[in-house]
């Protein structure tokens, strides 16, 4: 097994970073944060294909969960377009300031690349809010995550079960009627019902 030294000291200031954040930990618990923010985080050092280094994120974690979790859920915002399934190009112009300079976000969001993070791990201050990409998002999300396909499969079944019920409704009020037509031929014949 070869170790490249450059990456050793990648490893090395990541865990680093990881000391401090820890040690800030407490602090950011309660950091409001809400959906749809667009926060920098220091991912740190990946393994394998995972997003690592300090970029931009998308918070898309419910505001509910964002007020008692210490934790959020983002998702990495880069310059490289990931799979269009579970890809969002940012198409609204978000500007914000950083170092004293004005900066567009630009790039595309990876929501198959979601992960779990503390709040520690945010920087202070929020560089955009999403808008216009947010229903896109959601959809993008639940393809990720297999809800899609299972939304999808309940949906189907819940139109073929209104089709059955108003089936039956209709043979039932069917049957009402043959029902009151008998009795009325009855009452016209003299029986009584």
């Known amino acids: 097994m070869t ?16 000391t401090y954040l820890d040690k800030i930990a407490v602090k950011t618990r309660t950091r409001a944060l809400r959906r749809g923010e667009v926060y920098n985080c220091y991912l740190g050092r990946g393994v394998g294909s995972e997003e690592e280094k300090y970029r931009p994120c998308l918070i898309i974690q419910n505001d509910d969960g964002n007020i008692h979790s210490a934790n ?4 990495p915002i880069t310059s490289a377009a990931g799979t269009p399934r579970v890809t969002v190009p940012i198409l609204g112009t978000y500007r914000y300031s950083e170092n004293g300079m004005t900066k ?82 009855l009452i016209d014949n003299g029986i009584r019902v």
């Open 3 to 18: 170790i490249r030294i450059s990456r050793l000291e990648q490893y090395l200031d990541w865990f680093k970073s990881m």
């Open 72 to 75: 959020t859920i983002v998702a």
């Open 104 to 185: 567009t976000l630009s790039g595309y969001i990876l929501l198959g690349n979601i992960v779990t993070v503390s709040k520690a791990r945010l920087g202070q201050s929020c560089l955009a809010t999403l808008t216009r990409e947010m229903n896109e998002i959601n959809e993008k999300i639940m393809v990720s995550t297999g809800v899609y396909k299972l939304y999808n499969e309940s949906v189907h079944k819940n139109r073929k079960s209104v089709r059955t019920i108003k089936r039956m409704s209709n043979e039932i009020n069917a049957l009402r009627k043959k029902v009151q037509d008998t009795e009325q031929r």
